[in-house]
């Protein structure tokens, strides 16, 4: 069992820097493979980006791609999901979730079916 709690959101100019952190609990954290979710109003919610047990891969969406960077600390039980250059597009309820069966990296991990824990999510706002 993995709880699961995201930090960091908040309300963001167009072009500004954010970052979100997922802390987790239990030893087995650095077990998991990790990943970014997000959902804005009225929409599915959709994948950010994926960073394995290890911490040296990661997958990100395409609409993300060269602007967000996730990365984990796996003695502090904690992912980072950084943010640069945040459009409007970017606003969206953050998960994080961990993925416990390390045959579904990466092929899975866009998949919400595959994770196994959830946490609540933080808001990110980004006004234009």
């Known amino acids: 069992q993995v709880h699961l709690a995201e930090s960091g959101g908040g309300f963001v100019q167009a072009g500004d820097s954010l970052r979100l952190s997922c802390v987790g609990s239990?030893?087995?954290?650095?077990?998991?493979?990790l990943g970014w979710f997000r959902q804005a109003p009225g929409k599915e919610q959709e994948f950010v980006a994926a960073i394995n047990y290890i911490g040296d891969q990661q997958r990100y969406a395409e609409s993300v791609k060269g602007r967000f960077t996730v990365s984990r600390d796996n003695d502090k039980n904690t992912m980072f999901l950084q943010m640069f250059n945040l459009k409007s597009d970017d606003t969206a309820r953050y998960v994080c979730?961990?993925?416990?069966?390390?045959?579904?990296?990466?092929?899975?991990?866009?998949?919400?079916?595959?994770?196994?824990?959830w946490g609540q999510g933080t808001q990110v706002t980004v006004s234009s």
């Open positions: 979730a961990a993925l416990r069966d390390h045959r579904w990296w990466p092929v899975g991990v866009s998949l919400r079916s595959k994770y196994d824990f």
């Open positions: 239990g030893r087995t954290f650095g077990g998991y493979s």
